[in-house]
């Protein structure tokens, strides 16, 4: 995990949010004293697990009002899953039954709960990464950035509403490249990065696929991103 310090400058705690339909999610947040604008991560297939809450501590340990939804309430109560086939199969599984529009409807709660803080950036990985796509076509927010969405291909006439980033990994098997290309040809305003040697999840270093090199470089760039549209600490 990253291992990010939560140190007394900053709190953490689990929120309970409420979407449009009444629905009460939640969600794990850490709220650093003197933040000026604020993050939401849009988990993996894993939920809110600890490499998730790990996330949404390196970015509160960047200066960011920090939250991530546990998206899966809506089908199971906390999921914490490992990174196992059969976690693998049961994330895949639950990612199946919480459809796109609930999904946003909590995405949304929380871009509502931390939007008093300063402009609000969402985040997503895998299956996050297609939803900080769509997050980017229908929220209010200031700025996106997807990870190895792989369900962007499926989403592509949708487009951007925000300045938009995505990653993606050249060896992501479940990802092939031409989708990414046909991507960049139908949303040429979006920057896409392609890192040579990552594979899926290659920014989770509790995944066997991390890759140190490309996780510190798409870092670097999504953190350069959010400031340069506006997105501060």
């Known amino acids: 995990m990253f291992g990010a310090n939560i140190t007394e400058r900053n709190r953490f705690e689990m929120t309970q949010l ?5 629905h009460v999610v939640t969600a794990y947040e850490v709220k ?13 297939i894993f939920g809110v697990n600890p490499h998730i809450r790990s996330v949404v501590d ?11 939804p546990a998206l899966f309430d809506r089908v199971e109560r906390g999921v914490e899953l490992d990174y196992t086939p059969d976690g693998i199969d049961r994330g895949r599984e639950l990612a199946t039954e919480v459809k ?5 409807a909590d995405i949304a709660a929380a871009v509502r709960h931390v939007a008093a803080t300063g402009p609000v950036a969402v985040i997503g990985y895998c299956f996050g990464g297609s939803l900080a796509w769509l ?6 927010v200031a700025a996106a950035v997807g990870y190895y969405g792989g369900q962007i291909h499926d989403l592509i006439d949708r487009a951007p509403s925000v300045p938009t980033m995505l990653h993606f990994g050249a060896l992501d098997h479940a990802i092939p490249l031409d989708h990414v290309e046909a991507i960049g040809r139908q949303h040429p305003l979006v920057p896409i990065h392609v ?8 920014s989770c270093d509790a995944r066997g696929s991390y890759h140190a090199l490309s ?7 999504t953190l350069e991103f959010l400031v340069a549209n506006g997105v501060s600490t």
């Open 18 to 22: 409420t979407a449009d339909d009444g």
């Open 32 to 44: 650093p004293m003197e933040a000026a604008g604020s993050v939401v991560i849009i988990q993996e």
């Open 58 to 68: 390196r970015y509160a340990s960047f200066g960011y009002r920090a939250i991530a």
């Open 100 to 104: 796109w529009e609930p999904a946003m």
């Open 135 to 140: 997050a980017a076509n229908e929220l209010p």
């Open 195 to 202: 890192y040579d040697a990552a594979q899926h999840g290659f």
């Open 215 to 221: 996780a510190a470089i798409a870092l670097g760039r």
